[in-house]
Nanobody, 124 residues
Framework: QVPLVESGGGLVQAGDSLRLSCAAS????????MGWFRQAPGKEREFVAA????????FYADSVKGRFPISRDNAKNTVDLQMNSLKPEDAAVYYC?????????????????WGQGTQVTVSS
């Protein structure tokens, strides 16, 4: 059973908004750090944003800071990524991930649980 399931990807135009959601399945990840990563064709997977489920601390890549707020709903066991002012360079497969501890939140190798990804396509 995949512990994390992403939804909300799709095809949009540059400047549009899209909201991704990550639902935890089988585990609550109540004290975890939940992160979003993305991977474009031919590129390495990169950190986008993360949030602490326990105290709500947030972390962002410079490329999305101010455009992609991350939020959590502990009652629903979900973490959302609101993507605003999308650019063609934001197009990628977006992955949700989870880890314990706030050290290394931008390092994908620190994350133990991953979703299967959702495609985001941005046309210019």
């Amino acid at each position: 059973q995949v512990p994390l399931v992403e939804s909300g990807g799709g095809l949009v135009q540059a400047g549009d908004s899209l909201r991704l959601s990550c639902a935890a399945s089988g585990r609550t990840f109540s004290s975890a750090v939940m992160g979003w990563f993305r991977q474009a064709p031919g590129k390495e997977r990169e950190f986008v944003a993360a949030i602490s489920r326990s105290d709500g601390s947030t972390f962002y890549a410079d490329s999305v800071k101010g455009r992609f707020p991350i939020s959590r709903d502990n009652a629903k066991n979900t973490v959302d990524l609101q993507m605003n002012s999308l650019k063609p360079e934001d197009a990628a497969v977006y992955y949700c991930a989870a880890k314990y501890g706030v050290m290394g939140v931008t390092n994908l190798n620190e994350y133990n649980y991953w979703g299967q990804g959702t495609q985001v396509t941005v046309s210019s």
